[in-house]
């Protein structure tokens, strides 16, 4: 099957107790990313997995692995996600002063920098940023929890992000996560997103 943008799953929706069928599932209706949510219960109120889980799983698939961290501190942890077996490393501009540092630190080391923003913070918030992140993660709901109703606001970030992309030809891509299901598709794509990170609509089969 041909998609006009990349399927990142996320496995926040998961069965946790067998977290390699979930894979399977990914591989067989052809996921472009694996989407791992790392909530730490203080960026976020809700706790998932870590560096262990992630590293155990990296062997059992060879999609590339989206890590979306929504953790303080993240300058702090980032080389335990990097030695896991991260292909994206997503951190939260909200969580880190020192955001182009951290971001510099995760190209270094191989990995491709992402960075996000919550529903309440603009795109302006990134404008330092965009020429130094591989990933642009635009959060169409509150972080910390998968089955939300997307916010159609969000979606305008997307449009801005591309419209700067395409202006100062800078290249990274900009993925979507929240509340994505196939009413809500057409929307995000209509705005210009290139990632779409789906949760309950893609383990429900609502989505392919
Ligand atoms: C929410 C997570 C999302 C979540 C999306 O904080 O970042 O990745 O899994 O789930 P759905 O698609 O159900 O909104
Ligand atoms: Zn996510």
């Not at 472009?32 to 960026?43: A, K, P, R, S």
């Not at 993240?74 to 002063?97: K, N, R, V, W």
């Not at 923003?117 to 330092?128: F, G, K, R, Y």
């Not at 305008?156 to 900009?174: M, N, P, T, W």
């Amino acid at each position: 099957m041909t998609r006009s943008y990349l399927l990142a799953p996320s496995i926040l929706s998961a069965d946790f107790s067998c977290l390699t069928d979930s894979l399977r599932r990914i591989e067989e209706r052809n996921g472009d990313l694996v989407h791992i949510d790392v909530m730490d219960g203080h960026f976020v109120p809700n706790l998932t997995l870590g560096p262990p889980i992630i590293k155990a799983l990296r062997s059992k698939t060879s999609i590339p692995f989206d890590v979306h961290l929504m953790t303080a501190n993240p300058a702090e942890t980032f080389m335990q996600y990097i030695d896991s077996g991260a292909d994206y490393l997503t951190f939260h501009i909200e969580a880190e002063i020192h955001a182009h540092r951290l971001a510099l630190a995760i190209r270094e080391a191989g990995v491709k920098p992402g960075i996000s923003i919550v529903p309440s913070t603009p795109v302006s918030a990134l404008s330092e940023l965009l020429p130094y992140v591989d990933l642009v993660l635009v959060m169409s709901v509150n972080p910390g929890f998968g089955g939300q109703v997307l916010i159609p606001s969000c979606l305008e970030k997307v449009r801005e992000l591309k419209k700067i992309k395409q202006e100062k030809h800078f290249s990274y891509i900009v993925s979507v996560d929240g509340g994505i299901n196939s009413l809500t598709l057409p929307l995000v794509l209509d705005a210009g997103a290139d990632v779409i990170v789906s949760g309950s609509a893609f383990f429900t089969g609502d989505i392919d």
